[in-house]
């Protein structure tokens, strides 16, 4: 079965601090991870994923096959960045459908 | 570029009825995705359609339905609606796949929020 952990529920860190979202994932095959992100009153939409390895905005993520992590980092924070952030995970098999964590809440503090 | 559009934007419906939920694509994607977000569970997969064919499904039960139409756009059908079906229902569409292996991006619509009472 495919599944994704965001441990924490909200996240809250000064401007100019690190910041790391956690994301586990528990998936048998080859998986295919995201980050998507959605801002105060507009739509979900695609932050980064695993196979592109591009730094967006500034965040960074790394897969990491022995811990099954895919956690989100970027090493200062701004205040534009509060938003929910959310982990998924695909399978490489053509199923092509998304398996999401809950999301985690970053607010970030000026 | 217009996004992926959805309307109604909310929908008010009382247990038993039938509720019917619209979704346009992007221009030029063929696959249309449809995830239920009610709170405390989280973004589920519900269902997935491609060039008019249901091509995956998730574990919902069979009185959530949908289609998809000739222009790819798409409906979502929930009947006998149930309380706990009041959620914000997600389209999205992508590309449709390469062949590569590799999952399109889906890009997301605003949603339709749905309450039962």
């Known amino acids: 079965a495919q599944r994704v952990t965001q441990p924490e529920k909200l996240l809250s860190v000064f401007k100019g601090a690190p910041v790391e979202l956690k994301c586990n994932y528990s998936?048998?095959?080859?998986?295919?991870l995201f980050w998507y992100v959605q801002y105060s009153r507009q739509r979900l939409q695609l932050l980064l994923r695993?196979?592109s390895r591009e730094s967006i905005k500034g965040f960074t993520a790394d897969l990491n096959k022995g811990e099954t992590s895919f956690h989100l980092k970027k090493p200062f924070a701004q205040e534009e960045d509060s938003a929910m952030y959310y982990c998924a995970l695909s399978s490489r098999r053509g199923s092509e459908k998304l398996v999401f964590g809950k999301g985690t809440k970053l607010t970030v503090n000026p | 570029e217009a996004g992926v559009t959805q309307s109604p934007t909310h929908l008010i419906k009382t247990r038993g009825q039938q509720a019917t939920l619209r979704c346009s694509p992007i221009s030029g994607h063929t696959s249309v995705y449809w995830y239920q977000q009610a709170l405390g569970l989280g973004l589920q997969f519900l269902l997935w359609y491609d060039e008019g064919e249901e091509r995956n499904r998730g574990n919902f039960p069979p009185r959530f339905s949908g289609r998809q139409f000739p222009n790819y756009s798409s409906e979502l059908n929930v009947n006998a609606l149930e309380l706990e079906d009041s959620a914000l229902y997600l389209c999205a569409s992508s590309l449709e796949g390469s062949g590569t292996g590799y999952q399109e991006t889906q890009y997301f619509g605003p949603g339709t929020r749905l309450l039962v009472l």
């Open positions: 998936y048998s095959g080859s998986p295919e």
């Open positions: 695993h196979i």
